[in-house]
């Protein structure tokens, strides 16, 4: 895709990270991310790199206005970045806009080997040739170069202000054509919930969000391309089934709220080993006595709960998974790759594609796909 003569390198690197702490504390989290991506593209060298955020601007995006303009002008103008003489940013910021804020951020950033590349224009349906850098933001539904949607209230109905959805673009590199799509997809509100069915009432919502995007990207208003989602997903792993094989010699002991005798919290006990404390789980407490099962080869023994993409299995593939968990990494710098005792570590954010682009990759060699989330 990169074209013949294009500079060594990988061809196409896509990246996607909830960046929603960066926000929080600039100060240290912003500078350490940005620190590991630009070593990430100084060692891969792309020549189209496309970076996905979700919770762009943090929980508070209001008071973190000065901070995303910073970051934003951070990767434009950084040394590390000067060789991508044009880029792209797209930035919903209609913060005050409950119908259509979504809080995604997507970057994209052309090396100066590239050359003749084209984004469509959805209004106008045809390419125009990108040149030099522009920043969209605020309201991005004006914007013809993409589209943007924001997940009804409806599907999610619990939470009174959810910022999930996603945003579409579409390319044409050395006449190939494809779509990049960034999703935020909702996540579990709580544990104990997420543990009572198997799959969970969270799983059906992601997968009826999910199914509308795929389905809203090959109607007929467009021709139909190749195509890569991802983002934040909040794919989680089938929580009774982790919970029964982590727990299985232990026994179960349920607290109920005196008042309503609603279960506030499972404690999880061995039958031997003076009733050692295995697992306490709560609406938003997953602590869980050995962290290392989660880390050790890369989380792999507990892929087979990871569950929920295989409904999309005839729609969307991805590559093997070669990392650990992406979530909850702990927000404190100082904790290195330590997860946060708030839900079960699971694979939220990931790279999908369609079948064509999957035949895409297979066919073509210099198109490299890293899946991964960048550590704080």
Partial sequence: ????????????????????????????????????????????????????????????????????????????????????????VYLDENFKSQEHFTALGSFYFLHE??????????????????????????????????????????????CKWSRK???????????????LVNIHLFHDASNLVAWETSPSVYSGIRHKALGYVLDRIIDQRFENVSYFVFGDFNFRLDSKSVVETLCTKATMQTVRAADTNEVV???????????????????????????EVFRDNNGTALLEFDKELSVFKDRLYELDISFPPSYPYSEDAGQGRRYMNTRCPAWC????????????????????IHNFMLPL
């Fill in 349 to 368: 954010d990931r790279v999908l594609m369609s079948p064509s682009a999957r035949e895409l990759i297979l066919k073509i060699m210099q198109l490299e």
């Fill in 165 to 179: 959805g996603f945003v579409r673009t579409r390319w044409c590199v050395a006449d190939c054509a494809f779509d």
């Fill in 265 to 291: 919290k499972l404690i999880f006990r061995e039958s031997d080993n003076d009733r050692k404390v295995m697992l306490q789980l709560e609406k938003k407490l997953f602590d869980y006595f050995n962290q």
């Fill in 1 to 88: 895709m990169a074209g013949k003569g294009a500079a060594p390198g990988t061809a196409v690197l896509l990246v996607t990270a909830n960046v929603g702490s960066l926000f929080d504390d600039p100060e240290n989290l912003q500078k350490n991310w940005l620190r590991e991506f630009y070593q990430v593209v100084h060692t891969h060298k792309p020549h189209f790199m496309a970076l996905h955020c979700q919770e762009f601007g943090g929980k508070n995006y209001e008071a973190s206005m000065s901070h995303v303009d910073k970051f934003v002008k951070e990767l434009l103008s950084s040394d590390a970045m000067k060789e991508y003489n044009r880029a792209r």
């Fill in 113 to 158: 080997s590239l050359k003749n590349i084209y984004q469509f224009d959805f209004k106008a349906k045809k390419y125009k040739k990108v040149t030099g850098k522009e920043i969209y933001s605020d309201t991005l539904e004006s914007t013809p170069m993409l589209e943007k949607e924001k997940f009804p209230q409806d599907y999610f109905p619990e």
